[in-house]
């Protein structure tokens, strides 16, 4: 069943196809009050950003927030990094799976819950070329089936 997606602000299509995604978390996101209405807008790229784990606190990086256009002065930092707010066990499981070799944390979707603001961010390990070829592949296999049976 297809999630409800009325609230997605933005997604990391890109993230899916780099990497098998093994784990996946929600986590809330320390933000500006430009930040928040920059968000709003739909004004974030996920593409080039990661989760980093730096003394038992998880922060967001690379991802860019596009500065809001009527925020003057106040305005914000497009590419800082922002704190992720999770429970203890989840980023001691998270700066575990940190510690493997090829294993990236990668943010997957924002989108907003109850007026907050939210990252599901995802364990991915790297795809190498011919595993991208084969996910293309089989996708394209698939498409085929159900155009070929679709009533």
Same mark, same amino acid.
């Given at each position: ?27 809330? +996101? ?21 989760? %980093?784990? +730096? ?14 256009? %009527? ?19 989840? +980023? ?27 990252? $599901?961010?995802?364990?991915? %390990? ?14 394209? %296999?698939?498409?085929? $089936? ?6």
């Amino acid at each position: 069943m297809k999630e409800k997606n009325e609230n997605l602000i933005a997604q990391n299509k890109k993230a899916r196809h780099d990497y098998f995604i093994k784990d996946t978390f929600e986590a809330g +996101i320390a933000l500006t009050g430009t930040e928040i209405k920059s968000i709003r807008a739909r004004r974030i790229s996920l593409r080039d950003g990661y989760v %980093q784990i +730096i003394n038992g606190s998880a922060f967001l990086e690379n991802v860019h927030i596009s500065e809001y256009k %009527q925020g003057n002065r106040y305005n914000h930092d497009p590419l800082r990094s922002r704190r992720l707010l999770l429970h203890k066990k989840e +980023i001691r499981r998270l700066a575990k799976a940190q510690e493997e070799r090829g294993v990236t944390i990668v943010p997957l979707k924002v989108y907003l819950k109850h007026g907050f603001a939210k990252i $599901l961010i995802g364990v991915g %390990q790297g795809k190498k070329e011919y595993d991208k070829r084969e996910t293309i592949k089989k996708r394209d %296999q698939d498409r085929e $089936l159900r155009r070929k049976y679709k009533f």
